[in-house]
């Protein structure tokens, strides 16, 4: 198939640093390329891929002092992609809203991942207006604040490829970790304090946002300097995450809002580590409570659970990623939504008809 995948601009693909979607992008355009598939990617000129890279912007817009505002660039993104959308049989956006207008005409051969969060009270009347165009979810709880009917086409979990960071069967243990961002919706203020409690080292390694500086400046930095047993690592790329999660005695994950799905956990677990993780958006659907972590609801019940780790098997960690959280497993799950959609279905039974065959579905591997 002739697959063309639209990414966000913000963070090159894959990401130097911190950054999800275009991370699960990369994973995605590279697994489909070593399936056989013709990918083209339309990202930041600066984006790693051995799929036809077609250049958006000089490099990733987060990195770039001059940039103030990320929409025009974007929107001279979508105007290429719609000059081009003949040349592909799917095209996969993983860029939120701005495209939906543009592709009304072509809209049965296009998906639309859901990367963030849904329950704002300003994306109900949008998607109420886009009631046709395809959406797939990355975890059903996603779903739950937007109205109904939506075209809701598949829901596919992210997944990693299964070399990315080797499994550590012999950690240090010596520490707690605490990756991603400074954000009040993360709660890294919780991760200090559930380390406190158990009197535990926690280690922090994430970025702060200059949405976030506030926030940082005014609750957690002065929290890390009053705990001896924290230390804030800042920013970590991909090689350090390797060693500083799979050393770690587990992840704490302590959201405060419907997350929708959390990719440090599958990161966590694909080095064996477990993930004490608060109960909320997609958390029950990653967290196998009892093999991977534990799902908790209050900062004493993640205090307990760290110490029931012992009764964790990281072999059983890993193996559990594996089975669910596999980048071949994610690309072929999305080749099937792919197959399925309207003109890809209609173009494929053209096609058979034409060299006198009768098959019901295109090849997706």
Known sequence: MKIAQIAPLFERVPPKLYGGTERVVSYLTEELVRLGHEVTLFASGDSKTTAKLIRCSDMALRLNPAVKDPVPYHV???????????????????????????????????????????????????????????????????????????NWVGNVYHGLPLDLLPFKADPSR?????????????????????????????????????????YWDTVIEPMVKAHSNVEFVGEINEQEKAEFLGNARALLFPIDWPEPFGLVTIEAMACGTPVIAFRAGAVPEVI?????????????????????????????????????????????????????????????ARLHRSHGETVDQPAVA
């Open 174 to 214: 010596d520490y707690l970790a605490f990756l991603g961002r400074i954000s009040p919706e993360k709660r890294p203020d919780r991760a200090i304090e559930i380390a406190a409690s158990a009197r535990l080292p926690l280690k922090m390694a994430a970025k702060v946002d200059r949405a976030d500086r506030a």
């Open 288 to 348: 196998d409570d009892g093999v991977t972590g534990f799902v908790v609801r209050t900062l004493d019940e993640a205090v307990e659970a760290l110490s029931r780790l012992d009764t964790l098997d990281r072999r059983k960690v890993r193996a559990a990623f594996e089975r669910r959280f596999a980048a071949e497993r994610m690309a072929k799950d999305y080749l099937k939504i792919y197959a399925d959609l309207p003109l890809v279905k209609a173009e494929a």
């Open 76 to 150: 001279v993104m979508l105007d290429e992609v719609r000059r081009r959308a003949n040349d592909f049989d799917v095209l996969h956006f993983h860029v939120d809203l701005l495209h939906f207008p543009l592709i009304r005409e072509f809209a049965d051969r296009t998906i639309t991942t859901t990367h963030g969060r849904l329950d704002l009270p300003d994306l109900k009347p949008f998607f109420a207006a886009f009631p046709d165009i395809p959406l797939t979810s990355i975890s059903l709880d996603q779903r739950r604040p937007l109205p109904h009917p939506l």
